[in-house]
């Protein structure tokens, strides 16, 4: 009698069990953020050049000839004395969208260093941080570990008084792509001592890891922390009771540990927030190179010789022809992801701050998140 009771207690305990895993999974499910993917449109006016925001302080692109491997060094396109160094070979591989053009530059395993971190200060005096923006365009193929920074400005520790002690606390800057137990991704970004998650949760591998081009924006200011990824952001309210980020003399770092496979197209920094249509003309900048239609623009001949409306046609049916090459390229092409093991770079162990921004309702999934006003177009 005492046996068939422990049998049915276990018996209930499985099945209880059981029962917790299946909701588990059907409510992650339902959180699932699904983001949409990077696209074009038939109105898409072509941009030449990164916008030339005053506060632009370096820009890398695999577009221009700054790449030179004999050198290991990626060098920016508006200063010489700038430049990302790094460790391995780096190639230079087709960009997917348009092979016989551009190269993206594979940068699996391959962490790049580049200038000191306080240069990228707002106050070159105090070395604080106190606003800037990131752009990142790219090709993500996989990640190695549970935690994968894609950047990261390391700043001084902060001596902090308590009533009976001192206590110095680290301070960093960094993004987070960290996968979570169903394989998606959460990320986290962390600001001096303050880490924002909770926001920008579970979001759907398939649109981190695939074969398409993807975008992220980063800005940061006294009063809003912005993180874009294509057409969708989500914003954080800041803490101002946090301290003020004093930046080091270590190199700002680009994948750091080598933990994505990624092919960089451009990467952009501002020491100040920039504005949605400047968002929208790197997106425009980036896609212009990838297709071929910059190229297509610049050999074609002047007005004087032909009518406009003859190169407005030859351009249309160009942007035609591309379209129709990209979305055959999204449909047929499945990519494998293999990861590779090595040694897991930990995110710091900090002070969290809980969700604090909400946004509005997606259509289908009723999933939180706000759709990025006409990022491209």
């Known amino acids: 009698m005492k046996d068939t009771f422990i049998y049915k207690f276990l018996g209930f305990l499985v099945g209880f069990l059981i029962t917790l895993i299946i909701i588990n999974y059907f409510n992650n499910k339902k959180k699932l953020k699904v983001i949409e993917k990077y696209s074009t449109s038939s109105d898409i006016k072509l941009i030449s050049t990164i916008p030339s925001n005053v506060n632009k302080f370096l820009a890398i692109n695999s577009f221009e000839d700054k790449i030179k491997t004999a050198e290991n060094r990626w060098y920016s396109i508006d200063d010489a004395n700038k ?13 997917g969208v348009n092979t016989d053009l551009i190269n993206g530059a ?11 971190c306080y ?13 800037f923006s990131i752009y990142f365009a790219g090709k993500f193929k996989g990640v190695s570990h549970t935690n994968n920074i894609l950047f990261e400005l390391i700043g001084n520790s902060e001596a ?12 960093v800057v960094n993004l987070n792509f960290q996968k979570n137990q169903n394989n998606n991704f959460d990320i986290i970004i962390t600001i001096g001592n303050v880490i924002y998650k909770g926001l920008i949760n579970n979001i759907d591998k398939a649109v981190i890891i695939n074969n398409d081009v993807i975008n992220f924006y980063l800005s940061y200011s006294a009063s809003e922390l912005v993180f874009g990824i294509n057409k969708q952001i989500f914003k954080y309210k800041v803490d101002n009771t946090a301290f003020k980020v004093k930046l080091g003399s270590l190199p700002f770092i680009i994948n750091k540990g080598g933990n994505f496979n990624l092919d960089l197209y451009l990467f952009v920094f501002y020491k100040s927030v920039i504005t949605f ?21 610049n050999s074609t001949p002047k007005c004087d010789v032909i009518p406009p409306t003859t190169i407005q046609t030859n351009l ?25 093991p090595k040694l897991e770079i930990k995110p710091l162990k900090l002070q969290s701050i809980n969700e604090n921004d909400k946004v509005i309702i997606n259509n289908n999934n009723n999933i939180q998140h706000k759709p990025f006003y006409k990022w491209f177009f």
């Open 83 to 95: 430049f990302f160094s790094y460790v391995g070979t780096l190639e230079l591989v087709p960009n």
């Open 106 to 116: 594979k940068i699996d395993r391959i962490q790049l260093n580049g200038p000191s």
């Open 119 to 131: 240069t990228f200060a707002n106050n070159l005096v105090t070395n604080e941080l106190n606003e």
């Open 160 to 171: 902090i008084d308590y009533p009976n002690d001192v206590k110095y606390l680290p301070s």
């Open 277 to 297: 249509t400047e968002v929208q003309q790197l997106s425009r900048f980036t896609y212009s190179n990838l297709s071929g239609l910059e190229t297509v623009i």
């Open 316 to 340: 249309d049916d160009k942007f035609k022809e591309m379209e129709n090459r990209i979305v055959k390229l999204i449909e047929n092409k499945n990519l494998k992801i293999e990861e590779q």
